[in-house]
């Protein structure tokens, strides 16, 4: 059974505590977005599970929003549709209801991965979309330098791909999201050619794995980082990401039909 919190967040991640400044970091990409719609495809009916503030909903397609969050409702811009308070692992709508579902950076904070992606499944007669990081890939960013707690955090927390796709079942693929060096959804690899960004604490929150870590972990990361800018030495080691256009990190999409 998925517990609630006062807020009605549903997931590892109490958005009541920690949600306030979602919107303001986690922007949605327009190159991410085509991603996204290019998996969707010609859906027009379209179910976001996790919606949050409407990241990634598109104007041209008829979207339902399910999110459980209070606080993360009431960032949903008026223009998008209200979202409605229900969860991944028991989603309130008939067997093919939709063209096709996405879910985005939502599923590593399910209590059940399996059963609200055998609802996603259940519910979606075409395309079900999945936009999440693979947790093989997670530490391999200069962040497990200075915050491993972090990013052991995300690799715990993050289902194998190949746990998501035996979920979905039918055919089902896997490709790598290129992360803009603008990159305007403010994840943890979003700055990977930004190191200063992440001295933000508000930027910080914004990545929920920030809040499983102690206050010391936090503030070492901040004086070895700022001590390593200062002297060079993270320019000297990653000071080549500062101009790399794109970055293939974690971020994947799964996509599977049935
Ligand atoms: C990192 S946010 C992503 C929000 C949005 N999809 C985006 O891309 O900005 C994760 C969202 O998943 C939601 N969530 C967590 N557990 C959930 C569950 N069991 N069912 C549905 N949504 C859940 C949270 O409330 C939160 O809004």
């Known amino acids: 059974m998925t517990t609630r919190t006062e807020d009605g967040s549903a997931g590892d991640v109490d958005y009541g505590a920690i949600g306030s400044?979602?919107?303001?970091?986690?922007?949605?990409?327009?190159?991410?977005?085509?991603?996204?719609?290019?998996?969707?495809?010609?859906a027009?009916?379209?179910?976001?599970?996790?919606?949050?503030?409407?990241?990634?909903?598109?104007?041209?397609?008829?979207?339902?929003?399910?999110?459980?969050?209070?606080?993360?409702?009431?960032?949903?811009?008026?223009?998008?549709?209200?979202?409605?308070?229900?969860?991944?692992?028991?989603?309130?709508?008939?067997?093919?209801?939709?063209?096709?579902?996405?879910?985005?950076?939502?599923?590593?904070?399910?209590?059940?991965?399996?059963?609200g992606l055998r609802e996603m499944r259940r519910?979606?007669?075409?395309?079900?979309?999945?936009?999440?990081?693979?947790?093989?890939?997670?530490?391999?960013?200069?962040?497990?330098?200075?915050?491993?707690?972090?990013l052991d955090t995300e690799a715990r927390r993050y289902p194998a791909v190949e746990e998501v796709a035996a979920?979905?079942?039918?055919?089902?693929?896997?490709?790598?999201?290129?992360?803009p060096l603008d990159c305007t959804d403010g994840f943890n690899e979003a700055y990977y050619g930004r190191p200063e960004k992440l001295l933000d604490p508000a930027a910080r929150q914004a990545c929920s794995a920030w809040s499983f870590v102690d206050d010391l972990a936090r503030e070492r990361f901040d004086t070895d980082l700022r001590r390593d800018l200062a002297s060079g030495a993270w320019?000297?080691?990653?000071?080549?990401?500062?101009?790399?256009?794109?970055?293939?990190?974690s971020l994947v999409v799964v996509r599977a039909v049935p």
């Not at 919107?23 to 327009?30: A, H, I, L, N, V």
């Not at 008939?94 to 996405?102: I, L, S």
């Not at 075409?126 to 707690?149: I, K, M, N």
């Open 21 to 42: 400044g979602y919107s303001s970091y986690r922007r949605p990409d327009e190159r991410i977005a085509r991603h996204i719609a290019e998996a969707l495809g010609t």
């Open 167 to 179: 979920a979905l079942g039918g055919d089902c693929t896997v490709r790598a999201v290129p992360i």
């Open 44 to 115: 027009r009916t379209v179910l976001n599970v996790g919606a949050g503030s409407g990241s990634y909903e598109n104007a041209a397609q008829a979207v339902t929003a399910v999110e459980p969050s209070e606080s993360m409702r009431a960032q949903r811009p008026a223009r998008l549709v209200r979202a409605i308070d229900a969860v991944a692992e028991n989603l309130p709508f008939a067997d093919g209801e939709f063209d096709g579902a996405m879910t985005l950076f939502s599923v590593h904070q399910w209590s059940d991965v399996q059963a």
């Open 123 to 150: 519910v979606t007669r075409g395309p079900v979309v999945v936009l999440t990081c693979d947790p093989a890939l997670v530490r391999d960013f200069w962040l497990y330098r200075y915050a491993p707690e972090v």
């Open 235 to 249: 320019d000297e080691e990653f000071g080549s990401l500062r101009r790399r256009p794109v970055y293939e990190g």
